[in-house]
């Protein structure tokens, strides 16, 4: 066999390089982020439905839009929203809101009824619930940092710490997940995994949990170098950080992509659409649409 010298060789291992570089993106070949709307003040929270519609707040306007998957339509859900950051459905159809408003965790009915689970942890008001993932069990976890808000009374937060909590499934009991956080702000999680991620985005980092049978958290570990807003998961490990754009590590940790998103800031990110193909990114006034090679797991049916 001939050898080959050592210039054909470089050649030869930047293209290998370069064509498994491209397949270990989970971005469908050519797609492109589509601007879906822009008509919005700052927008927030997507969370899908087992139909792939997508739920998302716009904060400063206090309301919850839909995203229709079939007629790629965005419509009102709802109005005075407790200033709703992160959203997610449980499997009974009810929407969890954390509730800036009056810092508080909300349970939204299908009807639109809605019921405030959680408004105080050991008789002091939350900072602030930001995000919030739900686990197979039902169990929900949800970050409490504190953001001065303008429509607040209050200039202060009742308590120092900036914490992970989790309520118990039966929603009767809270307590501390996990703690010495600056910002904890973007939380996700994988129930097939057992693991848990939470971004300190004060501190420009990313952890990752081990999640036990009872719910607790352990083995923290550094999961990346980056801080996040909103992020999710998809069914390859891979997980989504957001803030410039989109970032896109592998399960170990290692950046394999990054979606450029032509606003100031992108605030979240989650999987919808009937297939749960699509990649829905909330940021600054807007909301797009990306095809993706990967799905999520929340709601994914083969």
């Known amino acids: 066999m001939k050898k080959l010298s050592i210039f054909q060789f470089s050649i030869f ?7 498994y570089g491209q397949n270990l993106s989970p971005i469908e070949d050519g797609a492109k982020p589509q ?8 927008t927030e929270g997507p969370a899908s439905n087992k139909m792939g519609n997508i739920y998302f707040t716009d904060q400063p306007n206090n309301r919850i839009l839909k995203w ?15 200033r ?8 009974n159809e009810n929407l969890w809101a954390c509730a800036d408003e009056n810092f508080e965790l909300w349970k939204i009915s299908p009807n639109k009824k809605v019921e405030v689970i959680l408004d105080n942890f050991s008789n002091k008001n939350f900072n602030g619930p930001n995000d919030l993932w739900i686990d197979d069990k039902g169990g929900i976890y949800f970050t409490d940092p504190y953001y001065q808000r303008d429509y607040w009374q209050r200039t202060s937060a009742d308590m120092n710490e900036r914490r992970v909590y989790y309520l118990s499934p039966d929603h009767k009991t ?4 996990a703690e010495n956080f600056v910002l904890p702000n973007g939380i996700i999680g994988s129930a097939k995994d057992k ?8 501190k420009n980092k990313t952890f990752k949990f081990k999640i036990e049978e009872n719910g607790e958290l352990s083995e923290r570990e550094l999961f990346a170098e980056m801080g996040s807003d909103g992020m999710t998961t998809d069914n390859e490990g891979n997980v989504y950080l957001t803030g ?35 990649l ?10 990306l095809k993706m090679k990967t799905h999520g797991m929340r709601w994914f049916r083969k």
């Open 280 to 289: 829905f990114i909330t940021a600054s006034d807007a909301v797009y649409k």
């Open 84 to 91: 709703s950051n992160g959203l997610f459905f449980d499997d």
């Open 35 to 42: 601007l879906i709307s822009d008509k919005f003040e700052f």
């Open 244 to 278: 410039d754009g989109v970032t896109i590590f592998d399960k170990d940790g290692n950046k394999i992509d990054h979606i450029k998103i032509d606003k100031k800031w992108t605030a979240n990110v989650t999987f919808g659409g009937k297939d749960q193909d699509i």
């Open 68 to 82: 229709n998957a079939e007629t790629d339509s965005i419509s009102l859900f709802m109005e005075d929203a407790g």
């Open 174 to 177: 809270v307590k501390i997940a």
């Open 195 to 202: 693991i848990l991620y939470v971004a300190d985005r004060s």
């Open 13 to 19: 291992f930047l293209i290998l390089s370069g064509v």
